[in-house]
């Protein structure tokens, strides 16, 4: 992609305020919602370019590479974004098959079941093992 | 639900500063992701005893009852939330088989095909059809 054409292709996105956009991570074989986080043009262009996920931390104001501590990368396969071009969806191929800080497969492990929100879904993984501190 | 586990749940939410939460609402059998919006305390509620998907829609800044117009309803089949309990993921089961205002069956319709936003996705129904306005 040439510059222009990146540059093209940013200023097709709508951006808040803060010049982020909401990104949904999916597991692009089960589908499954695997995360959640935002992205800045920035992090936008690294994920395009290096074909991973490459977010923008909004707690530590700063570019979060995927996976950069544990290893678990997210592995671009497709992008898709919105109607109102403001949110992004990326199909992503799992590293590890943990997506989540706490171990498990996915961040959306709590279900409201009975008025409370429930753990349903175990830790694949201590985080302590993961993240080498 | 008592009024005091309702409020209980309410304050296990993480809102944002502006009293809302992310949500994104995937298909319960295809686990197609149809859509992406906000929503705050009474749209939560709301979506839970009503067992439909009602959101806050940001731009009318008033409670947006999904298929309110086009019929189109979200019936709500479960409810998630992250680790961080700021995002929520609801799988619905999508009347009419059509999430988008565009007529189209996801919102997320538009792909990156060689650095250009290609669409991928048909119109189901043109809008026109949908909204009798």
């Known amino acids: 992609m040439t510059e222009n054409d990146r540059q093209e ?3 097709q996105i709508k951006w808040t305020e803060d010049g982020l956009i909401p990104v949904v991570a999916q597991d692009y074989q089960s589908k499954d919602i695997l995360m959640f986080a935002w992205m800045n043009r920035e992090a936008f262009s690294l994920t395009i370019s290096e074909q991973r996920a490459i977010y923008w931390s909004r707690s530590r104001q700063k570019i979060w590479r995927k996976g950069e501590e544990s290893g678990h990368i997210q592995q671009l396969k497709e ?4 109607c109102d071009q403001d949110v992004i969806v990326l199909k992503v191929e ?13 961040c959306f492990y709590r279900k409201l079941e009975e008025g409370v929100w429930q753990t349903v879904e175990a830790v694949v993984k201590n985080p ?4 080498h501190k």
Chains 1, 2 share one sequence.
Not at 96 to 101: P, Q
Not at 128 to 131: A, G, K, L
């Open 94 to 106: 799992q590293i590890g098959g943990i997506a989540c800080h706490t171990g498990r497969r996915s």
């Open 128 to 131: 302590n093992e993961i993240y």
């Open 79 to 82: 992008v898709f974004i919105d």
């Open 9 to 11: 292709l940013l200023e």
